[in-house]
């Protein structure tokens, strides 16, 4: 959905060679951007703290599945999923509003493709809302890495528990187990690296008075290529072919692992 109202606007600004401020209306006041450039620094806000906390929620309904199995089957059903994603949403579009009410900046980006809130120079005022944003991202990467972590946890303590030998039937078991935990671990560290730059950028300009719209925009686009190359893991990493690939990895270190094991007979 944010590809979808973000790119056009994009690809408006290139093909009429104009920013995002010349294209739409003006600002209430001079120097402020227009409103296209405002709407699109709410969106960028909205579209980068949204998924962020649903991914927290699936996080946390994988750690309780594996981990709390018997409260997760009482008390969590679809219409509480539902229901919590709305109210996730509505609770991020309020703040991320904040900025239109004048608790936060939004700035165009060089090449003016770009808007987001400003996060450097300025008051307390100007710079309150991006330190806020960013702590907030970074307590639910944190939180988000700790749910993964613990479940990867339990799905290597799953797989551990399957018999090795002599029980072909637990070997599809295991397997799945294993290619789930590699997928979930990719996907969290990625899910860390691209929404540090952001958090790290915020944090230097607001304290560290470091105004670098280079910097800036490249922590950007981090966060956009998440989203971009995430859904892409996803699909490559569930396919036959790679779950094959990883199948044959561990059958060949489990070989080499049992030959390393065995005794030599001449008692070396």
Not at 31 to 38: A, H
Not at 114 to 122: D, K
Request: aromatic share 10%; with cysteine; glycine share 10%.
């Amino acid at each position: 959905l944010g590809k979808c109202l973000l790119s056009p606007i994009v690809l408006a600004a290139y093909a009429y060679n104009r920013s995002l401020s010349e294209l739409g209306p003006g600002g209430r006041t001079e120097g402020e951007p227009g409103v296209l450039c405002q709407l699109f620094a709410f969106l960028m806000a909205f579209f980068g703290l949204a998924p962020t906390l649903l991914l927290l929620a699936m996080a946390l309904e994988c750690w309780l599945s594996l981990g709390h199995p018997y409260f997760y089957r009482r008390h969590l059903t679809r219409r509480l999923g539902a229901t919590l994603g709305l109210v996730a949403a509505g609770l991020c579009a309020l703040f991320c509003a904040l900025p239109l009410l004048g608790f936060g900046v939004p700035m165009q980006y060089c090449p003016g493709t770009w808007c987001f809130i400003r996060m450097s120079g300025g008051g307390p005022r100007q710079l309150g809302f991006p330190v806020l944003y960013a702590s907030l991202m970074g307590l639910l990467v944190l939180a988000i890495g700790a749910c993964n972590v613990s479940s990867m946890r339990h799905l290597y303590s799953m797989a551990r528990r399957q018999p090795r030998r002599g029980a072909p039937a637990a070997t599809a078991p295991r397997m799945e187990e294993l290619d789930h935990l590699i997928l979930l671990g990719l996907m969290t560290v990625l899910f860390t690296i691209c929404s540090l730059p952001l958090i790290i950028r915020a944090y230097m300009g607001a304290f560290a008075a470091d105004f670098n719209e280079n910097a800036d925009l490249s922590a950007l686009r981090f966060v956009s290529v998440n989203s971009i190359v995430d859904p892409w893991v996803f699909i490559i990493f569930r396919t036959s072919v790679f779950r094959m690939f990883v199948r044959r990895v561990c059958r060949r270190l489990n070989s080499r692992k049992a030959t390393l094991k065995t005794p030599d007979p001449g008692g070396d």
